[in-house]
C-alpha cells in the first residue's frame, strides 16, 4: 500500500466488508452517492480488482469488522465536533448545539 493507492483499497475493502457483514441490501451506488469518491463505474473496477486479487476469499471476522467500523465511527464523530469548534470560533453556536445533539443522539442509538 502507498500514498496513491490506500484511498480506492480502503474504500473497496469497506464496500465488500459492509456487503458481506450487513444485515441490508449494500449497492454500490450507496457509496458512490454517498462518499462521492468514485463513480459507479470506478467503483465496479475496483471491486471487481479487489476480489481477483482475493482470490474472492472474503473471511473477516465479526470482532474485526467491529473494531474497525467503531474506530472509523468514533473518527468521523470527533471530525463533527472539531467542525462545531470552528462554527463557534465565527459565532454559530446554535449550529453547534445542533451538531451536539445530533452526535449524542448517534451514540444513543449505539446502545
Excluded at 465496479?44 to 472509523?72: D, G, P, W
Aim: glycine residues 4%; hydrophobic residues 45%.
Amino acid at each position: 500500500m502507498t500514498t496513491f493507492n490506500w484511498k480506492p483499497i480502503v474504500y473497496t475493502g469497506l464496500l465488500l466488508a459492509t456487503k458481506f457483514w450487513e444485515d441490508i441490501n449494500v449497492w454500490n451506488i450507496d457509496y458512490v452517492e454517498t462518499l462521492e469518491g468514485f463513480s459507479l463505474t470506478a467503483t465496479r473496477n475496483l471491486e471487481s480488482q479487489f476480489l481477483s486479487l482475493c482470490k474472492f476469499e472474503m473471511l473477516v471476522t465479526a470482532e474485526l469488522y467491529a473494531e474497525y467500523f467503531f474506530a472509523i465511527r468514533a473518527k468521523s464523530l470527533s471530525n463533527v465536533l472539531d467542525i462545531a469548534a470552528t462554527i463557534e470560533a465565527h459565532g454559530g453556536e446554535e449550529l453547534k448545539r445542533s451538531l451536539i445533539k445530533y452526535k449524542k443522539s448517534m451514540v444513543l442509538k449505539d446502545e
